[in-house]
Each structure stands twice: as structure tokens, then as C-alpha cells.
């Protein structure tokens, strides 16, 4: 699991002004235990960082940051009902203080965008060494964003290379784009795509700012005229 010499590593050196009493407290958020617990396992042997909580779901970790928050969150992205990059926007918009590192095995580009837009501080694939991840929350701690060479590229790609609209339309946004383009209600969408009617009007929201309309009617016309989505 170590990748020595990797671009984004952070010398420990550059913490050694830390206080010795200082304790980061770390929440993960992953739907696979065996994740979970072998990142619970690697906090732990880090005398520096807590384990504040652990959640399998966006909706659970909401609840966890309730009466009391964590330093920085480990965030997977790809889950059930409440995706990473929801429940990162959910967080922020409530906690803004937190802060957020997402950890992954998805390197493509539109998802580092998306994570990046929703606030989060680092991205980071799973693959990553237990040093550079400890590092890297503590960078977070201290406010400094942390990359995987990926995502790095990624991004030096998303701005190198000319985008067409709705290029930056998740996956899920294509879906309930779709459904909106056929008539559907967000409480006929929440059921077909089994999420909550507040997952589909966050990402109809989303979809009508990115295609830059002012309502759904308009972000659907524009989805057909621009070849986005095609009538079913």
C-alpha cells in the first residue's frame, strides 16, 4: 500500500509544530465495513488523530455531525441513496468549518470536479499510503489541500481542454435530467431511481445552473436541443 515518492506526499516534518496535545478528530464515511474498519485501524496508530465517528451512509454521517462535528472527514463518494458529493455539500452548508477529504477509487475527472466544487479539500484514491493519508488530514487540519497525482492531472486536463455544455453533468444528474425531460415529478423520480425527493431536487437544481437555465422546463429544453439527452 506504500507508494513512496508520490506527488502530493507530505514531509512529517512539516508538522513538527504541532501541539503535542493537539488531537485531530477524524470521522470516515464509507458504505463498506471492511473499509471503515481498516481505516478506523490506521487512525488509531496515530497518536495525533481521534476517531470521532464512523458512518456507512451520507444520511448517518449528517446525523453524527448533529450536536458535534469532526476536524476532517474521510468521504467516500460512491455510495447508496446520498452520494460523497451530497452529503459533502449537506455537511459544508451546515458545518463549514469541517473539513473534508475525499477518498476514492474513481480518478475520473468530472468526479474530482465535482467533489473539489462541493467544497472538499483533498482527493485522494484508496490506493494511497497510510503515511501520505495521515499527512494529508493533517493538511487538511491546518486548511492545505492535498491531491493524488490523478486528480492533479485531472485537473490539468479539465482546463486544457474545451468543454461542451453538460459536460460536468454527473452520471446521476444525466439520470434525473432524463427523467425530468420525460415529465417526471421529483416524487415520481425519488421513486424510480429509489433516492429522497431532497437528493433529486438537489441535483435538478444542479443540472438547471449548470446548463445555465432558470427552471427545470428550461434546463429539459435544453438538454433535447443540445443533444445532452435524448427523448425516449
Not at 50 to 56: I, V
Not at 96 to 106: D, G, H
Amino acid at each position: 500500500m506504500r507508494l513512496p515518492g508520490r506527488a502530493g506526499e507530505i514531509p512529517q516534518s512539516d508538522y513538527l509544530t504541532m501541539s503535542e496535545k493537539e488531537i485531530i478528530k477524524v470521522m470516515i464515511v464509507d458504505d463498506h465495513p471492511i473499509v471503515r474498519n481498516g481505516l478506523k485501524a490506521s487512525l488509531l496508530a496515530d497518536q495525533d488523530l481521534e476517531l470521532f465517528g464512523l458512518a456507512k451512509s451520507g444520511a448517518e454521517a449528517l446525523a453524527l455531525c448533529k450536536d458535534s462535528t469532526p476536524d476532517v472527514i474521510l468521504m467516500d463518494l460512491v455510495m447508496p441513496n446520498m452520494d460523497g458529493i451530497e452529503t459533502t455539500r449537506a455537511i459544508l452548508y451546515r458545518h463549514p468549518q469541517v473539513k473534508i477529504i475525499v477518498l476514492t477509487s474513481f480518478p475520473e475527472e468530472d468526479l474530482v470536479q465535482q467533489a473539489l466544487g462541493a467544497g472538499a479539500i483533498g482527493y485522494l484514491l484508496k490506493n494511497v499510503s497510510l503515511g501520505t493519508l495521515s499527512n494529508a488530514i493533517r493538511a487538511a487540519y491546518s486548511g492545505q489541500s492535498t491531491l493524488s497525482p490523478e486528480a492533479t492531472q485531472a485537473m490539468v486536463r479539465s482546463r486544457s481542454e474545451p468543454k461542451k455544455l453538460g459536460d460536468d453533468l454527473s452520471e446521476r444528474e444525466r439520470q434525473v435530467l432524463a427523467l425530468v425531460v420525460d415529465g417526471l415529478s421529483n416524487e415520481e423520480i425519488a421513486e424510480r431511481l429509489v433516492i429522497s425527493p431532497y437528493t433529486v431536487k438537489n441535483h435538478v437544481s444542479a443540472c438547471i445552473s449548470k446548463l445555465g437555465a432558470n427552471n427545470r422546463t428550461q434546463a429539459a429544453t435544453i438538454a433535447l436541443e443540445n443533444g445532452i439527452i435524448t427523448k425516449s
